[in-house]
């Protein structure tokens, strides 16, 4: 092994072909990886509620937000990250006027702070090891566990925490010799000034200070410093890192159009930077049952990160390094970095998506490996091929692991659906889109903020004034899933009766404006008086009218309900997709109430009017559409009629905004 005393800059660029070869082969790897699974559209979140669908909802839940905020000088949710919007707006601003799409120049900041981190990771280890293709497969490796990989091509602000980690750590670990003049003193310095950084950043880096303590703490009370001065010195430079909390009221004060929260006023300020909305996130285990559910997880999330093999290699690795091997000092500071993240996921295992809050553990992982097998080639040169070689297949077999994991994630499409689904929105007035704050909301806002592709359109979250819009002449209009999140105030499909509508609106009716979106209206709409009932059906349930569109991929049914008095009965509604004949187990919309299972049929007032769109597929040898109303009772099954449509009369339609 090469003492760090022996390498310099002149060694560093010295002809050495076969050193170069293997970094430029690990480089493009990893640059072929990232380019092949980078996210390039708007995020979305997965609609599906299977337990791998929910862990894909923590990776990308908040990421169609940044993506937004990174575009248009926006703010994030708590804690706020305001140097990490700052650089993102400023990195994503020549990518944009060069045509590139916003949702990936957002992702390729993210990309970019991987590149700091495991070009810095590389070059610590070079400078420890004096091994450079040990450096190169060691960072490939890094870069190939899942959760690095994945944020680093998601705009997602968890590359910035882990590259400032890596930051703290070169210059905590980086060796005197090449330090120049850099006194114990002048590394505490540097270190309060990243270190107010990062915390300002993600408050998960203070964590890493034990580590660093462990780093300069003896050469630094060797030296004996002017401890008071040295101390208001650190304080000073540590805060400044906390001076770009000023952009948030900035953006507040000039009324940004993405602006999370309430900045603008001290308290509103404070819950940002304290990050206390997520205050209920934040317990301990209720008892040692939960603490052992904690553990089992922090194992699951680690052995997806590096595979059992390489886990239990990990593991060995680690005693090893902080035993016995060359680098061991290095390997206990590295190793107490991450036992602050470590023990917190443990303890805390729902304040933060765990998956990021592990990546310091990840990487003490990999670096006590690297460690361990410097410390074998210095016992047994012949290890100097194998041991990268080793890693690096280590490395290629992550790859082929977490790859379709990764693409599945950024490939993810829901984001691009809701917009897609604009299209369809009346436009025959003022319309006003409400969404609980979230990845929709997010999406419709892209497309609204950001590209400015449905400009026209006024979308807005649950904490707006709804009856204010009203009011000024807007139509709201919703998708069905937010009556997920605040069900209606009846007993429905979604759930039981909620009263958050009654706080936001006076009253709330509910009628189809278009397939997939709810209107919200305070007040039924009645028929006229004298006009035709329409066919009576049950319960004096009429149906006043129904038609069939259609477009390349999807049929339409459209059916507009009557009631002649207040209906005492709440039948269900079939809508079949069959041939000529009706079939067993059709394609088939059925639907427990109308308007998306949202609006009983005993809700409707006398007169009232309420449409209903169903989608159905289209498909080859399908020729009709029935539909009806039924009822499963104790006494038996109850068919209340059925109404065909031949599909040949569809109507063709373009969604097309004016």
Sequence with gaps: MRSPRSLSVAYLFRPAPARWIVCGLAALALAGLYAAT???????????????????????????????????????????????????????????????????????????????????????????????????????????????????????????????????????????????????????????????????????????????????????????PPWRRTALQAVGLAALGFLPYLYLPLRARQDGSWVYGEPGTLRGLWVEFSGKEADRLVKLPADVSGLADNLASVWRILLHELSLPGLLIGLACLLLAITVAPQRRAARVVALSAAGPTLFAVFFHTAVLPQAVLMPTTLALVFAVVVAADGLIARRPRAAVLAPLALALWAAGLAGWHFGTIRDLTGERSGLEVIARLERLPRDGKPALLFPWGPRYAAASYARLVTGEYADLRVVDHKADYRALLAEGYQLYSEPETFYTHPPPWPSAYGAPSDWWPEHLDALSLTSAAPGYARLLTAPDLAAPGESPGEPLVYGITRRAAWLTCDAAHLYLHVIWSAERQPEGDPSIFVHLTGDAPAPNPPDADARHPVYGLYPFAQMAPRQLVRDDFTLPRLPDMTQVRFGLYEQTDAGFSNYGETVLPISGCQPVAWARP
């Design 38 to 224: 980078l996210q390039t559209h708007i995020s979305g979140s997965f609609g599906e509620t299977s337990a791998r669908n929910i862990l894909y909802n923590e990776y990308i839940k908040d990421v169609a937000e940044i993506q937004v905020a990174l575009n248009i000088w926006g703010t994030i949710h708590h804690t706020g990250y305001p140097l990490f919007a700052i650089l993102g707006n400023l990195f994503t601003l020549p990518l944009r006027a060069l045509g590139v799409e916003p949702a990936a120049a957002a992702s390729l900041y993210a990309a970019a702070w991987g590149a700091v981190l495991l070009g810095g990771f590389a070059l610590l280890v070079w400078r420890l090891t004096g091994r450079a293709t040990l450096a190169a497969v060691s960072a490939a490796l890094l870069g190939t566990a899942r959760s690095i990989w994945l944020h680093h091509v998601i705009a997602e602000v968890y590359s910035m925490s882990l590259a400032i980690t890596v930051l703290l750590l070169l210059v905590a670990l980086w060796p005197a010799p090449w330090a120049g003049a850099w006194s114990a003193r002048r590394r505490l310095l540097w270190l309060a000034l990243l270190g107010g950084i990062g915390v300002a950043h993600h408050r998960a880096v203070a964590f890493v200070a034990p580590g660093l303590f462990l780093a300069i703490g003896p050469a630094l009370w060797r030296e004996r």
